[in-house]
């Protein structure tokens, strides 16, 4: 049997932001913890969270994950949570001034890339600054896309 000791085999990867890495040019990655009630992480695990319209904004010196989609727990009746509820992001104070500086001065985004439970069983966030990229950048991905499909293809059928 192989060893478990790779990183994504620790990882269980509950929802993931598929069109971020084409909407956006990735300049930096951090790993933030999130606070959830207790019926968002039972709704977590059953893996039904959607983060594609979502994004993260620094308030007060805290920083806060909008629009993220938990749906509510079926087992849970009234104790229930708001499924598009604002979550706060736990960052250190330097990263989320340093974070907040970027997007105010450089006029980046804070867009989150996944979120998944690590090894010890706690919901983490990935979170990106990024760039936005422009139409013609979107084609030039959409064509070295295609051309490296296109490629593997061809040596597929060569042998």
């Not at 968002?40 to 893996?47: A, I």
């Not at 904004?57 to 604002?86: C, D, K």
């Amino acid at each position: 049997m192989a060893p478990s000791n790779s990183k994504d085999q620790a990882r269980k990867i509950v929802a993931e932001n598929r069109k971020a890495r084409f909407n956006y040019e990735i300049v930096d990655t951090f790993e933030a913890g999130l606070v959830l009630t207790g019926t968002e992480v039972k709704s977590l695990r059953e893996g039904k969270a959607n983060i594609a319209e979502s994004y993260a904004n620094e308030e007060g010196g805290e920083m806060w994950l909008i629009n993220s989609y938990v749906p509510e727990y079926l087992q849970a009746n009234r104790f229930n949570h708001e499924t598009r509820r604002r979550r706060k992001i736990l960052l250190k104070s330097r990263e989320i001034a340093r974070l907040g500086q970027a997007v105010q001065r450089d006029g980046m985004t804070l867009v989150p890339l996944k979120i998944y439970f690590n090894d010890k069983g706690r919901a983490k966030l990935e979170l990106a600054l990024a760039r936005g990229k422009k139409l013609h950048d979107k084609r030039e991905t959409q064509k070295q896309r295609d051309w490296n499909r296109q490629k593997s293809r061809l040596l597929r059928e060569r042998g």
